[in-house]
């Protein structure tokens, strides 16, 4: 569990900086665009080897801390697709979706970690989805509090594209990639 925690702490970390720092954030970024996006992106990518290496040794050992509801690996399904819809629309043309939601990558953490926290009582998927989820959680209020105005609905066709790419995604995951990656069928 150590090597899961030590990359939870690198990567949730320095998403974290704007949270907890935001003028020593905003100091670098003035500094040197260039040097902040490297440290980040070095730091992040270390963090995320960490987790995925920490996970993999930390789950088949992993005690049960709970016991997840029935229902919820159907639960985990829907919140799941709705977070490959959201993700991609943060980064896309301001459509109806973002426009409404705000901040889609944050809500689509929020889904997804939920969502995995229905399906797994483990202590290693508590520790991951658990601090995903509470991060998410602080960087939405975080950036809630900085009022920025909402974005405008330029873009329709953003919608249609995420709704549609985000569902071939998820299907594709679901019922390859999560097998192949995680060794587990999310359908049972």
Avoid: E
Avoid at 26 to 39: H, I, N, T
Avoid at 40 to 57: K, T
Avoid at 99 to 108: D, N, S
């Amino acid at each position: 569990m150590t090597i899961l925690i030590l990359g939870l702490l690198m990567f949730l970390g320095i998403h974290s900086v704007r949270i907890v720092a935001a003028p020593v954030r905003d100091a670098q970024v003035a500094a040197s665009p260039k040097r902040w996006k490297g440290l980040y992106s070095v730091i992040s990518a270390g963090g995320l080897g960490l987790i995925i290496w920490g996970w993999i040794l930390a789950r088949p050992t992993a005690p049960q801390v709970y016991d997840p509801p029935a229902w919820g690996r159907h639960a985990t399904l829907a919140l799941v697709w709705m977070a490959f819809v959201l993700m991609p629309t943060a980064n896309a043309p301001t459509g109806r979706i973002k426009a409404t939601v705000r901040h889609p990558m944050l809500l689509g953490v929020i889904f997804w970690s939920s969502g995995h926290l229905l399906a797994n009582g483990d202590q290693a998927s508590a520790a991951l989805f658990g601090s995903f989820l509470v991060w998410a959680i602080l960087d939405l209020a975080s950036a809630l509090s900085r009022k920025a105005p909402a974005p405008v609905a330029t873009n329709p066709r953003s919608d249609i594209i995420a709704v549609l790419a985000g569902t071939v995604l998820w299907c594709v995951f679901v019922v390859f990639l999560h097998r192949l990656l995680f060794g587990v069928s999310p359908l049972g």
